[in-house]
């Protein structure tokens, strides 16, 4: 079993909805959380990072964790079809500087 | 623009050679980490240095190495290239040597034929 378990997708949803994309994880001793998008050939760009339980929001962008589940989500309003790219789950533990990454959802947002 | 750089964007080269990849990271930061991208694995973390150390080490092959020099810059070497080594490399940057908000660069996309 993989410690962070991502669904491939691809999810495709109208410009306009509320995306959510969401991860699962194993390892109970995650307390770092982030999101991270990339745009096809390019490197990784960090969206949210958060610690522990709880939302965090910044602009269009919700990302939640419930550790209780281990489950992490990010919620996407409003979406554009600037938002079509892959996002990546990521997760860290409070003393391994090492992250482990979800293997991406491809998000396409129709015009 | 995250700050972190690296060199080459793409390299081609044949079986059985070697290749270095440079990586600049953001001003300030002290750790570069090193990851590797292809189709089937992901994103895997290969390697982290901090303030000219090794302090993680995930996946990586004996094949390759790195290291970060006293300027702190890092190179990734990789010998006795394979076919299944084909890939993007990533290099990330953070302030820390713990579980810091890591930048990613652009990435170097190296083809083995």
């Known amino acids: 079993q993989k410690e962070v378990e991502q669904d491939p997708g691809p999810l495709s949803v109208p410009e306009g909805a509320i995306v959510s994309l969401n991860c699962t994880y194993s390892?109970?001793?995650?307390?770092?959380f982030m999101w991270y998008r990339q745009y096809s050939r390019k490197g990784p760009e960090l969206l949210m990072y958060?610690?522990?339980?709880g939302n965090k929001e910044d602009g269009r962008f919700t990302a939640q964790v419930d550790k209780s589940s281990k489950y992490i989500s990010l919620f996407i309003r409003d979406s554009q079809p600037s938002d079509s790219a892959t996002y990546l789950c990521?997760?860290?533990?409070?003393?391994?500087?090492?992250?482990?990454f979800g293997s991406g959802t491809r998000l396409s947002i129709r015009p | 623009d995250s700050g972190v750089t690296q060199t080459p964007k793409h390299l081609i080269t044949a079986t059985g050679q070697r290749v270095t990849l440079r990586c600049s990271p953001r001003?300030?930061?002290?750790?570069v980490y090193w990851y590797q991208q292809s189709l089937d694995q992901g994103l895997q973390f290969l390697i982290q240095?901090?303030?000219?150390?090794?302090?993680a080490k995930g996946n990586i092959l004996e094949r390759f190495s790195a290291q970060q020099f006293p300027d702190l810059h890092s190179e990734l070497n990789l010998s006795s290239l394979e076919l299944g080594d084909s890939a993007l490399y990533f290099c990330?940057?953070?302030?820390?040597?713990?579980?810091?908000?890591?930048?990613f660069g652009p990435g170097t996309r190296l083809t083995v034929l």
């Open positions: 390892n109970s001793a995650f307390q770092y």
């Open positions: 001003s300030g930061d002290l750790s």
């Open positions: 958060t610690y522990s339980s």
């Open positions: 990330a940057s953070s302030g820390g040597g713990g579980p810091d908000e890591q930048f």
């Open positions: 990521a997760m860290t533990t409070s003393s391994a500087s090492k992250i482990i």
């Open positions: 240095y901090y303030n000219g150390e090794e302090r």
